[in-house]
């Protein structure tokens, strides 16, 4: 039975990588989704594409999610083409591995902007959305914000933001029927970890090695969490950060 018939979901930074595999998923289980995302519109198009082949509802909105008015747009196209809105994923992120002595005002700035205050714009924008039935949340965290490697304090420090900001925020919304949560990934399988260096070689395999479940994390592992969490099975937990790791701490 689909989990998520007749609910509307917006995920953003959905083009490709956790974020499509989300959107993916919402879709296969019934939810129309708004795919959000700020530069890869041909991988946007394509994850529509594919959504809508399997016979899914889907639509691509362009947007910087530390942009008021561009958040205010993406609710508004979506409510226009879906009706209201159900479920928010926050997965939107810039992830920057530098050494501390090099880190800027500048880019600890832009790593909080999108991953902190793009967070707080959406919820914002969201609660203006949902209706009487309430909503559902999911703050994409990571393992960085509970036990970080090296050369991640600014994206260490944001994740850790964004985990205060969940448990915070489900305090304040639980009156109105909002659940709010996180879920942290371990490594997992992604083009925007090729792009940085860190799938295959020595990094990937000592990730491995510390996972009891034997290997790194594929998307739809982190999928599968969150359509949980969006449906009504999850509808008694809120404020929580689900790790999906693999048993790796």
Request: proline letters at 2%; aromatic letters at 4%; glycine letters at 10%.
């Amino acid at each position: 039975m689909a989990e998520l018939v007749g609910k509307v979901a917006i995920v953003t930074g959905a083009a490709k990588g956790i974020g499509a595999a989300i959107a993916t998923a919402f879709a296969a289980e019934g939810a129309a989704v708004a795919i959000n995302y700020a530069t890869s519109g041909e991988h946007a198009a394509t994850t529509v594409a594919s959504i809508k082949a399997a016979g899914g509802r889907a639509i691509a909105i362009r947007a910087d999610v530390t942009d008021r008015t561009d958040v205010e747009r993406v609710f508004i196209e979506t409510v226009r083409m879906f009706g209201p809105v159900d479920v928010l994923v926050n997965n939107a992120a810039v992830v920057k591995m530098e050494p501390l002595r090099d880190i800027t005002r500048a880019e600890f700035e832009r790593v909080f902007a999108v991953n902190v205050l793009g967070t707080i714009y959406t919820v914002q924008q969201a609660l203006k959305c949902f209706n009487e039935r309430g909503g559902s949340i999911i703050n994409i965290s990571s393992t960085s914000s509970i036990n970080p490697g090296a050369n991640v304090v600014t994206y260490a420090a944001s994740k850790s933001a964004v985990d205060g900001l969940t448990r915070a925020m489900a305090r304040e919304l639980g009156s109105r029927a909002i659940r709010v949560n996180s879920i942290a990934p371990g490594i997992t399988l992604t083009e925007k970890l090729e792009s940085i260096g860190l799938v295959g070689g020595d990094f990937e395999k000592r990730m491995i090695e510390r996972t009891p479940l034997g290997r790194v994390g594929k998307t739809e592992d982190i999928a599968d969490v969150a359509v949980f969490l969006a449906s009504d099975r999850a509808r008694w937990i809120t404020g929580e950060v689900v790790v999906a790791a693999g048993g790796m701490k």
